[in-house]
């Protein structure tokens, strides 16, 4: 079975308006809920074997805040494709995975992130996760899915969990 994990990044700042979008800094807030999900990726057990990251300032910067509260740190690429990509363009680089990784995670931005995730929830998703994202896919939030197969057949899955960083213990 296959593990997909999908991070929105954590809350940027947009306190300085002469910054490219591309290079919006993290916000407080962000720091502060980054190292949750890391810690919580932990404490499940659910270490990506490859992390797929947009280049962009603030996915990096989430990235670098989760990957250190794992208790080992997975291989990442940061592909230019994941940066304002749409559910499409995702779905492409998850598609060219290596099938001997059995957990990819995937920090990007919305609205391709959501899409994606409304996209795959497939039957047998979990209710209550469903219901939250349907809601929204707020910054730091996670998306859990899993699915028999390979990387490069993903068309659905089941979604397990929708966490939010307000759902975390802080």
């Known amino acids: 079975m296959r593990q997909l994990l999908l991070l929105r990044h954590a809350k940027s700042s947009r306190d300085d308006p002469g910054l490219d979008d591309f290079d919006r800094p993290l916000a407080e807030r962000g720091l502060k809920t980054a190292p949750l ?45 994941l940066y304002d990509a749409s559910a499409a363009d995702i779905l492409s680089q998850l598609r060219l995975a290596d099938p001997s990784d059995g957990c990819l995670l995937v920090v990007g931005h919305n609205p391709g992130l959501e899409d994606l995730a409304k996209q795959l929830a497939g039957s047998g998703s979990e209710a209550k996760a469903r219901k939250r994202l349907e809601e929204k896919f707020p910054t730091a939030a996670l998306a859990r899915f899993v699915f028999d197969g390979d990387w490069s057949g993903l068309t659905s899955a089941r979604l397990t969990h929708f966490l939010r960083p307000r759902d975390l213990s802080q």
């Open 37 to 81: 999900i890391g810690r919580e990726l932990a404490a499940r057990d659910w270490v990506p074997d490859l992390a797929l990251v947009s280049p962009a300032l603030r996915t990096r910067d989430t990235w670098r805040l989760v990957a250190a509260e794992l208790p080992m740190h997975p291989r990442s690429v940061f592909a230019e494709a």
